[in-house]
């Protein structure tokens, strides 16, 4: 099992740049795949990007792909997503997730455990 913990976020102005951290519990964590999600009020939680266990493999959705960078330190169990060119409709609670699954997936479902979530807010 591992704990999930967002921190980082906060406000920007567009174009802006912010970072999102994402520290996870347990001796393992080079054994999950992880994502990042995000989530407006009434609005259904979407993907963000996913990396794999050792780092190799990273995937963006096309809203984001190009500005922002997914990446991990097993060393540290800490996941990371730096925001650059920051946009209003990047406004969201940011949510980490970690992936038993050996399949790389985008799907909300294939993730096992969440952590709590870190606000982010752009102004125009």
């Known amino acids: 099992q591992v704990h999930l913990v967002e921190s980082g976020g906060g406000s920007a102005q567009a174009g802006g740049s912010l970072r999102v951290f994402c520290a996870a519990s347990?001796?393992?964590?080079?054994?999950?795949?992880m994502g990042w999600f995000r989530q407006t009020p009434g609005k259904v939680r979407e993907f963000v990007a996913y990396?794999?266990?050792?780092?190799?493999?990273?995937y963006y959705s096309d809203s984001v792909k190009g500005r922002f960078t997914i990446s991990r330190d097993n060393a540290k169990n800490m996941l990371y997503l730096q925001m650059n060119s920051l946009r209003p409709e990047d406004t969201a609670i940011y949510y980490c997730?970690?992936?038993?699954?050996?399949?790389?997936?985008?799907?909300?479902?294939?993730?096992?455990?969440w952590g709590q979530g870190t606000q982010v807010t752009v102004s125009s």
């Open positions: 347990g001796r393992t964590f080079d054994g999950y795949n």
């Open positions: 997730a970690a992936s038993k699954s050996a399949v790389l997936s985008t799907r909300l479902a294939a993730y096992d455990y």
């Open positions: 990396i794999s266990g050792r780092g190799h493999t990273t």
